[in-house]
């Protein structure tokens, strides 16, 4: 039986990730292990034939501060858990930043939610669990959002 000590759980604010939060803490309780919440976001930049839109600074650092706050919030929320929860920031893409932070901390499991998207909503949206679930050198454990 593996031995769960350290649990990465991805958020995007969403319904969804709160239930993957509190999934990981429930289990984390159970086992002894710490759950580390963590977000990506990425500065848009828009490619066309004869050149690209780039966010200007303001923008850029208003992402990066709504991103924080948001982590800081959905952190400070479950502080009073049974378990240690601590929050993680990265830029860049959401899925390869995940497998990243997992290899960092050393964790033994990911616990993503996943919103079940189909047809043209999944094409334009892609899938970030999907992506994880393919692409990561851990186990990883995905908790399905409320059914719409």
Same mark, same amino acid.
Request: charged fraction near 20%; glycine fraction near 8%; aromatic fraction near 4%.
């Given at each position: 039986?593996?031995?769960?000590?350290?649990?990465?759980?991805?958020?995007?604010?969403?319904?969804?990730?709160?239930?993957?939060?509190? $999934?990981?803490?429930?289990?984390?309780?159970?086992?002894?292990?710490?759950?580390?919440?963590?977000?990506?976001?990425?500065?848009?930049?828009?490619?066309?034939?004869?050149?690209?839109?780039?966010?200007?600074?303001?923008?850029?650092?208003?992402?990066?501060?709504?991103?924080?706050?948001?982590?800081?919030?959905?952190?400070?929320?479950?502080?009073?858990?049974?378990?240690?929860?601590?929050?993680?920031?990265? /830029?860049?893409?959401? $899925?390869? /930043?995940?497998?990243?932070?997992?290899?960092?901390?050393?964790?033994?499991?990911?616990?993503?939610?996943?919103?079940?998207?189909?047809?043209?909503?999944?094409?334009?949206?892609?899938?970030?669990?999907?992506?994880?679930?393919?692409?990561?050198?851990?186990?990883?454990?995905?908790?399905?959002?409320?059914?719409?």
């Amino acid at each position: 039986m593996a031995d769960f000590r350290s649990i990465l759980v991805p958020t995007d604010f969403t319904e969804t990730s709160d239930r993957a939060i509190d $999934w990981a803490i429930a289990l984390a309780a159970r086992l002894g292990s710490t759950v580390t919440v963590m977000h990506s976001y990425e500065i848009p930049i828009v490619g066309f034939p004869d050149g690209a839109l780039v966010a200007t600074a303001d923008v850029a650092s208003r992402i990066a501060d709504a991103s924080r706050n948001g982590l800081q919030t959905v952190v400070s929320r479950r502080q009073d858990s049974p378990v240690k929860v601590d929050g993680i920031l990265r /830029e860049g893409v959401a $899925w390869e /930043e995940i497998n990243h932070v997992a290899n960092e901390i050393d964790a033994d499991l990911i616990v993503i939610g996943t919103h079940g998207r189909k047809g043209l909503a999944r094409a334009l949206l892609g899938s970030v669990a999907e992506n994880v679930v393919r692409t990561a050198t851990r186990p990883v454990l995905t908790i399905h959002g409320p059914r719409g």
